[in-house]
């Protein structure tokens, strides 16, 4: 069974551009999560998407935003980037409703120069 | 806010010891309690997880333990092995009627097992 799995893995982008982070989650899964891991900083919590719909988001400007297409694969946008972007994007996903175990993607790295 | 404390930041033992990681959640509705294990350039990988209406689970060489009335709770892993070194980080969420969707996770503590 194929695990979750993020493109690109790394992405250079300049400072004011715009980059769109890619996620397949596990087959059968419906939810997904994006989550920043900024050095030394931990895993931050981004986005939920389940079913489709934007069920939560975490402490982040509107310029990070996403969205989950009907084949449950996700998309995060980050608009305006910021040097303090820079971090990996790490995605997972579970079954959904009140499942429990999140299973994470390997990530794709992001610099803003 | 919610908020998860984690300790140490860094642990190095001896092969064979034991090693503990400590957190500490601040949101007394949280009922789910996953420990994540991410090796250098790679996933975070659940290795095991508790809900809140047990104390106690053991897999093989780790345990977990949570103490719901001091919103506190602990990985164990006995007979420690190189292999085990890593960045392990304790997560705390709430999942219900009202499911938030998100893992609020500790800082992350640097295991490193000596040979």
Redesign the interface.
């Known amino acids: 069974e194929a695990g ?1 799995t993020q493109s690109p893995t790394h992405l250079i982008k300049t400072r004011g551009q715009q980059a769109t982070l890619r996620c397949s989650p596990i087959s059968g899964h419906t ?1 997904v ?1 994006w ?1 920043q891991q900024a050095l ?6 981004l986005l ?1 998407y ?1 079913e489709g719909e934007e ?2 988001r ?1 402490n982040f400007p509107p310029r990070f935003s996403g969205r989950q297409f009907p084949n449950y694969s996700s998309e995060l946008n980050v608009n305006a980037l910021e040097l303090e972007d820079s971090a990996l994007y ?1 995605c997972a996903s579970s079954l959904g409703g ?1 499942n ?8 794709t790295r992001l610099t803003v120069v | 806010g919610e908020n998860v404390e984690q300790h140490p930041s860094t642990l190095s033992v001896q092969e064979g010891d034991s090693a503990v990681i400590k957190c500490t959640y601040s949101d007394s509705a949280s009922n ?1 309690f ?1 420990w ?1 294990k991410q090796e250098l350039g ?5 290795i095991i ?1 508790i ?1 809140s209406n047990v104390g106690e689970k053991k897999d093989q060489r780790i345990a977990v333990t949570l103490n719901k009335t001091a919103k506190h709770f602990s990985l164990h892993i006995t007979e420690t092995q190189p292999e085990d070194s890593a960045v392990y ?1 304790c ?1 705390a ?1 709430y ?2 009627s009202s ?10 503590t640097t295991l490193q097992v000596k040979p």
């Open positions: 979750v939810s999560y989550y030394g900083l931990g895993l931050q919590f939920w389940d069920r939560n975490g790490l009140f429990t175990e999140a299973f994470f993607g390997q990530g | 789910y996953p994540y790679k996933r975070p990988q659940l997880d809900r980080f997560a969420s999942f219900g499911n938030t969707g998100k893992l609020i996770f500790g800082q992350g």
